[in-house]
Nanobody, 124 residues
Framework: EVQLVESGGGLVPPGGSLRLSCKASGFVFDNYAMGWARQAPGKGPEWVASISWNGDKTAYKESTKGRFTISRDNARNTLYLRLDSLKSEDTAMYYC?????????????????WGQGTQVTVSS
C-alpha cells in the first residue's frame, strides 16, 4: 500500500533552516506529482508547495516563495522540502502528500494520500 514517511523536523531559531524528507513506497513514484502541506494549532491544513512527476514544474504558497524549495529524487523515491529563513509563523506539522495526477496541484483536496507528518517549531 501507499506509504509516505516524513522526517527532518525539529526546533530551530528564527532565521534558521531545516530540510524535510519524505520517503515514498507502495506506488510508482515518478508517475505522480507530489506536494507538502502544513497545519498549525488551531488552524486548518494549508497547501505549501508542489512538484510535477519529473520535477520540471513547481508551485509555492505565496508566503514561502524565496524561502522554501521543493525537490525530488525519483531514483530514491524521496521528496524534499528545504526551509530557509524560517519565521515563527512557519511553526506547524508538515505533511508529505501524493497527488492524484502528474502535474502539481495547489489545492489541498487534490492529494489522495498523506503521511504522518513531521513537526517544525520555530522559536528562540
Amino acid at each position: 500500500e501507499v506509504q509516505l514517511v516524513e522526517s527532518g523536523g525539529g526546533l530551530v531559531p528564527p532565521g534558521g533552516s531545516l530540510r524535510l524528507s519524505c520517503k515514498a513506497s507502495g506506488f510508482v513514484f515518478d508517475n505522480y506529482a507530489m506536494g507538502w502541506a502544513r497545519q498549525a494549532p488551531g488552524k486548518g491544513p494549508e497547501w505549501v508547495a508542489s512538484i510535477s512527476w519529473n520535477g520540471d514544474k513547481t508551485a509555492y504558497k505565496e508566503s514561502t516563495k524565496g524561502r522554501f524549495t521543493i525537490s525530488r529524487d525519483n531514483a530514491r523515491n524521496t521528496l524534499y522540502l528545504r526551509l530557509d529563513s524560517l519565521k515563527s509563523e512557519d511553526t506547524a506539522m508538515y505533511y508529505c502528500g501524493k497527488d492524484f495526477g502528474m502535474l502539481p496541484s495547489v489545492n489541498y483536496d487534490a492529494y489522495d494520500t498523506w503521511g504522518q507528518g513531521t513537526q517544525v517549531t520555530v522559536s528562540s
